[in-house]
């Protein structure tokens, strides 16, 4: 029996004007960030909390996400391309962000903003900005799908999808990899919002972190088995990179949600 198959042959670049050109990646992540900014500014009024703190703290974010996104690229999949070509470190533009490195950024900037403003602790922040973080996610792998990138395995499901634009692999139906993903982190958002919104005024610190880590991270261990690698050197490897470091943000995640000490072990004094 013939299965019918979507064709995806969509031109990464969304808009192109002379030299000037943007992919559907980068608009994405931009929209990303923009919505992400209107529902982290909500939560602060929720809490009755200063706005140009959350201006500032959203600075930061930003700036851990996409520096931490690319070092994370560069040190966990490409590092040699990169030793010998390191000009191509600054080409953000020619791909290469790792989310594993991004959520990293983030927690080292949040930590850097601690250590100046000690009005909020480390976990008050993570478990306010990571709701927002959530739905940024999906939006950064729908841009994945437009640009035909981190594509999945072969399979004869019937909504295997085939990828005309990504010339490095075979055309034949593949696993949207990225719209698993894409609604796996639609799923976790709600969730995390739901739970927020019902318990905010009585919200152990550490909590939304907690459940964050272990919704994102194990979607995300989940759903690598459908895609392929990223890079050579994870072939032949029974659990590749993305899966191996999702393992600690799980156990962090389930450590930080069933603690029952609740001394703030993160807050700068």
Same mark, same amino acid.
């Given at each position: 029996?013939?299965?019918?198959?979507?064709? +995806?042959?969509?031109?990464?670049?969304?808009?192109?004007?002379?030299?000037?050109?943007?992919?559907?990646?980068?608009?994405?992540?931009?929209?990303?960030?923009? $919505?992400?900014?209107?529902?982290?500014?909500?939560?602060? @009024?929720?809490?009755?909390?200063?706005?140009?703190?959350?201006? *500032?703290?959203? $600075?930061? *974010?930003?700036?851990? &996400?996409?520096?931490?996104?690319?070092?994370?690229?560069? #040190?966990?999949?490409?590092?040699?391309?990169?030793?010998?070509?390191?000009?191509?470190?600054?080409? =953000? +533009?020619?791909?290469?962000?790792? %989310?594993?490195?991004? &959520?990293?950024?983030?927690?080292?900037?949040?930590?850097?903003?601690?250590?100046?403003?000690?009005?909020?602790?480390?976990? +008050?922040?993570?478990?306010?900005?990571?709701?927002?973080?959530?739905?940024?996610?999906?939006?950064? /792998?729908?841009?994945?799908?437009?640009? %035909? !990138?981190? =594509?999945?395995?072969?399979?004869?499901?019937?909504?295997? $999808?085939?990828?005309? @634009?990504?010339? &490095?692999?075979?055309?034949?139906?593949?696993?949207?990899?990225?719209?698993? !993903?894409?609604?796996?982190?639609?799923?976790?958002?709600?969730?995390?919002?739901?739970?927020?919104?019902?318990?905010?005024?009585?919200?152990?610190?550490?909590? $939304?972190?907690?459940?964050?880590?272990? #919704?994102?991270? %194990?979607? /995300?261990?989940?759903?690598?088995?459908?895609?392929?690698?990223?890079?050579?050197?994870?072939?032949?490897? %029974?659990?590749?990179?993305?899966?191996?470091?999702?393992?600690?943000?799980?156990?962090?995640?389930? +450590?930080?949600?069933?603690?029952?000490?609740?001394?703030?072990?993160?807050?700068?004094?």
């Amino acid at each position: 029996m013939t299965l019918l198959h979507f064709v +995806w042959s969509i031109d990464p670049e969304a808009i192109s004007i002379g030299i000037y050109k943007a992919r559907w990646y980068g608009l994405l992540f931009g929209v990303a960030f923009m $919505i992400g900014y209107y529902i982290y500014i909500a939560i602060y @009024k929720k809490e009755k909390a200063n706005i140009k703190e959350a201006d *500032t703290i959203f $600075i930061y *974010t930003a700036i851990g &996400a996409i520096v931490g996104a690319r070092l994370g690229h560069i #040190l966990f999949y490409d590092l040699q391309l990169y030793l010998d070509n390191p000009i191509e470190m600054l080409y =953000i +533009w020619h791909g290469g962000l790792a %989310s594993h490195g991004g &959520a990293i950024g983030i927690l080292v900037m949040m930590y850097i903003y601690t250590l100046k403003d000690k009005s909020k602790t480390f976990l +008050w922040l993570l478990d306010r900005l990571l709701i927002p973080v959530a739905l940024g996610c999906m939006f950064i /792998r729908f841009g994945n799908f437009f640009n %035909s !990138e981190i =594509i999945g395995k072969p399979t004869d499901l019937p909504w295997g $999808i085939i990828f005309l @634009k990504n010339l &490095a692999y075979t055309p034949v139906p593949r696993h949207p990899s990225q719209l698993y !993903e894409a609604l796996s982190y639609l799923l976790i958002f709600i969730f995390l919002w739901k739970y927020y919104t019902l318990n905010f005024n009585k919200l152990k610190e550490g909590a $939304i972190t907690g459940l964050f880590f272990i #919704l994102m991270f %194990s979607a /995300r261990f989940i759903i690598e088995f459908t895609k392929e690698n990223q890079s050579d050197f994870e072939n032949g490897m %029974s659990l590749n990179m993305g899966q191996l470091l999702s393992i600690l943000p799980i156990i962090i995640g389930f +450590w930080l949600f069933f603690r029952k000490d609740n001394k703030q072990p993160f807050k700068t004094k």
